[in-house]
């Protein structure tokens, strides 16, 4: 082998040392991080709500995805009544009423207000307890009855199973059934549809989903206390008769660090209470 040569191939392999003592050391391939689901149901009256939390808190927790169940067909009821019976054992629903017979931890939010509700051309701005009681269990036919004008009621109300109906039937009728004659509003949208074009409808929906297409009845203890509104301000500081809890509630309390725990938490606190705050009342 010629000079030449030898020098080529001693070039080559002291170009090939440098190299490799340059290259830094091969790194394992970094797994792609996982997304981690958290189930929720909400009720009707919350299902707003939750979207804003959820928006929210994964804008800045890229790593999270809050889904909905509500709209896959697993419904609150199946949530509470029957929670191991869903194909995700580890989820949490979001709802205004808890029955005490429920065996199931629950976790609070804040708190919302049963506004009533009114047709917009209703002449009757405000109402006791009493005569609320009277128009939802029938003994009051007629606006004429509690000094409106001489219009038949007709009562507006939500099914059964509804958190808001099961919260509003407790505070303002307790063991007294809703009168038979009430129409039947299966959604708080129906609610405000039926109400608003039905002249002598009232009825009654969560305040933060209350629009202009209705009036809302003010409600006041007796005729000698002032009419109170449903506001957060009303709400919170207990002026309000008519309110309702904001509960996430499941089968068993979340663990820390767990994905529910750190967004219950969240919820509870400042950034999350900001948002229920422009619609509810926030946890005291």
Known sequence: ???????????????????????????????????????FVASSS??????????AYTRDNALVAIINQTTTGITLKQILMQPQANDVAASYALTTYLPDEMDLWAAALGTDGIAIIGHP???????????????????????????????VITV??????????????????????TTLRARLATTPGAMLDIVSQTPGAVGYISMALVDQRVSIIAIHETESDPPILPTPQSVASSEYPLRMPILVVGS?????????????????????QSIIAARYAPLP
């Open 1 to 39: 082998m010629n000079c030449v040569a030898r020098k080529t191939r001693q070039t080559l392999m002291a170009m090939t040392l440098v190299l490799v003592s340059c290259r830094a050391p091969m790194q394992a391939p970094t797994p792609t991080p996982e997304v981690v689901p958290l189930y």
């Open 46 to 55: 919350t299902h707003p709500l939750l979207n804003d939390l959820a928006s």
């Open 121 to 151: 051309a209703l002449a009757v701005s405000s109402l006791t307890a009493g005569q609320l009681r009277a128009i939802f269990s029938g003994t009051a036919e007629n606006w004429r009855e509690l000094g409106g004008s001489n219009q």
């Open 156 to 177: 507006v109300s939500r099914e059964a199973t509804s958190p808001s109906r099961q919260a509003f039937d407790a505070q303002v009728l307790g063991l007294r059934p």
């Open 252 to 272: 068993q309390e979340p663990a820390p660090g767990d994905g529910y725990y750190e967004f219950i938490l969240w919820a509870q606190q400042d950034n999350g």
